[in-house]
């Protein structure tokens, strides 16, 4: 199996570069995508296993454009953070679709201290641990599970075999009143548990499998 690993970068070059380099440090054969929708800062370090899935102007997904599908999204906190969360989402989505293939999700702001091999296993459509999300917009206080995002395994062939997808833009923080307490994780963990999926749990790893 490969080891896909997969980092969403915003302008944060290095940060994003000492990630790059504790996975190579740790993690043999690695093989790395760089999904940048950097607007100032794009990634431009350069190593033999990182291909960059270049969006910084757009090419492939255009925010603002995009943006403009939900004229009633919310204009709260979703607003102030120009929609990370949506913007978050749709990235992962689109660099399953894109590759194709299972991966490991990093956020750019993680260091490895050791080998992560083992999360790759196919058994399983997550592994990673789960967190509850709370928010307030307003005078409404929301809370919900999630799968956390900033360090998991992904079994796209599986997802994409049972029609679970990484974003559902009716359930996404932001977008739509029935987004509220859906933080980036949280309909993909939902849809996960939808699927009459077994649950296995080590320590702080949590195993979803299909039956």
Not at 67 to 79: E, F, H, I, N, V
Not at 197 to 202: F, G, I, K, S
Request: hydrophobic content about 35%.
């Amino acid at each position: 199996m490969k080891k896909n690993i997969v980092i969403v970068h915003y302008n944060t070059p290095r940060l994003t570069e000492c990630l790059v380099r504790s996975i190579n440090l740790f993690v043999k054969d690695a093989v790395i995508y760089i999904f940048d929708n950097s607007d100032k800062s794009p990634f431009t370090a350069t190593f033999d296993n990182v291909t960059i899935i270049d969006n910084t102007k757009g090419q492939i997904i255009n925010f603002d454009v995009w943006l403009k599908r939900y004229p009633d999204r919310l204009k709260t906190s979703a607003g102030r953070n120009n929609y990370g969360s949506a913007k978050h989402a749709y990235s992962v989505q689109k660099c399953m679709d894109i590759i194709g293939d299972n991966f490991i999700l990093l956020d750019s702001d993680i260091l490895l201290k050791k080998d992560i091999s083992s999360l790759f296993d196919e058994r399983y459509i997550f592994v990673g641990s789960t967190e509850i999300w709370r928010a307030r917009t307003g005078v409404a206080k929301y809370s919900r599970e999630r799968a956390v995002p900033y360090i998991c395994f992904i079994n796209v062939k599986k997802c994409k075999e049972l029609g679970i997808n990484f974003l559902d833009d009716r359930r996404i923080y932001g977008l739509t009143q029935n987004g509220d307490n859906y933080d980036t994780g949280a309909s993909f963990l939902e849809d996960i548990r939808s699927k009459k999926t077994r649950m296995e749990e080590d320590n702080t790893t949590v195993f979803y499998s299909s039956l």
